[in-house]
């Protein structure tokens, strides 16, 4: 194993761009849509949700933020390192988290142009249609934020848990 001493890192990248500065009223408009978004979506759900997402998306900032949030509300390394591979490790999780997870999968590649009736069934007989609402709600902000993210190239590695609220 090596630790930080042993290892010499390659250099940080710039971010491309800071788009809130830039852009503030849609950046603005983004955390509004986000609060919206989030509202009724169990909290560990939405974690799930967002790292996933962030993970499919490569958005190494969102990852970072949403990882590190996850962490310190409590859930687990565990259960955060096998998300990547959850259809190997579906013990983990719960049927609800599961139908959330696999949504989230389908509405970030939707190369296909659709979201599979069977994925949008398994989800609809976890959630309400409420609360089914507000989880697609909830992925398709997220996968905005990525775009901003992979887009503007923001920096992981600087955020401290509760910094900012996406």
């Not at 962030?54 to 990882?67: G, K």
């Not at 962490?71 to 579906?90: D, H, K, M, T, V």
């Not at 709600?137 to 509760?162: D, E, K, M, Q």
Request: net charge negative; proline share 4%; with cysteine.
């Amino acid at each position: 194993m090596t630790t930080e001493a042993d290892t010499k890192h390659l250099p940080e990248r710039a971010p491309r761009l800071d788009w809130a500065q830039h852009a503030p009223q849609v950046y603005k408009a983004m955390v509004a849509l986000d609060a919206a978004a989030r509202r009724g979506v169990d909290p560990v759900i939405l974690e799930l949700v967002k790292i996933r997402a962030s993970q499919l998306n490569h958005c190494a900032f969102c990852l970072d933020m949403h990882s590190k949030d996850a962490l310190a509300a409590g859930e687990s390394a565990e259960r955060i390192i096998q998300l990547g591979a959850w259809e190997e490790s579906q013990h983990f999780y719960t049927a609800k988290e599961i139908a959330a997870i696999e949504l989230t999968e389908a509405v970030t590649v939707i190369t296909d142009g659709f979201v599979p009736d069977e994925v949008f069934a398994k989800a609809a007989k976890e959630f309400d249609e409420t609360e089914l609402a507000q989880l697609i709600a909830a992925i398709t902000v997220i996968n905005a934020w990525n775009r901003f993210g992979v887009s503007c190239r923001l920096v992981p590695g600087h955020y401290t848990p509760g910094q900012y609220q996406h």
